[in-house]
């Protein structure tokens, strides 16, 4: 019986371990004259069940273009921001008429974290005449 408890106490110490892989926090805060807000939750912490990321440099144009994933199967949380030091860039989403949508404007030096959808295809074009580098890190679920 000492055997047995020893090794559920192992399991059980292995998946507690393994679990809360990446841990995500944001903070926005405002403070102009008389009016000031904030907001921070607080740190949460989220299992990665399938080990992989996919993380660098791309250089956005001013056409639509897909935003490179690598060998990422189960999409989970992405950080990105736009490292260039004046021009804005567009994220977007295109729907079965290819139609692009727009949802997120990164300007100079903003970041932006969301999790991901699974296969979806997302798009970045700069907004002016100039290419801007994006920089990504995306993580498997």
Request: net charge negative; glycine share 6%; aromatic share 8%.
């Given at each position: ?133 994006l920089d990504k890190l995306m993580l498997e679920?």
């Open positions: 019986m000492k055997a047995i408890a020893i090794v559920v106490l192992l399991n059980a110490a292995i998946a507690a371990w393994a679990a809360d892989e990446i841990q995500i926090s944001a903070r926005l805060k405002v403070d102009n004259g008389d009016f000031s807000a904030e907001r921070q939750p607080s740190t949460i912490k989220v299992d990665q069940t399938t080990l992989g990321a996919d993380s660098g440099i791309q250089i956005i144009g001013t056409n639509w273009e897909a935003v490179t994933v690598g060998d990422l199967s189960v999409y989970g949380w992405a950080q990105f921001r736009n490292t260039d030091t004046t021009d804005s860039l567009y994220l977007a989403v295109v729907d079965a008429s290819t139609n692009y949508h727009e949802f997120a404007e990164l300007e100079a030096g903003e970041p932006a974290l969301f999790r991901l959808f699974t296969n979806v295809t997302l798009y970045a074009k700069a907004a002016s005449t100039n290419s801007v580098k679920d």
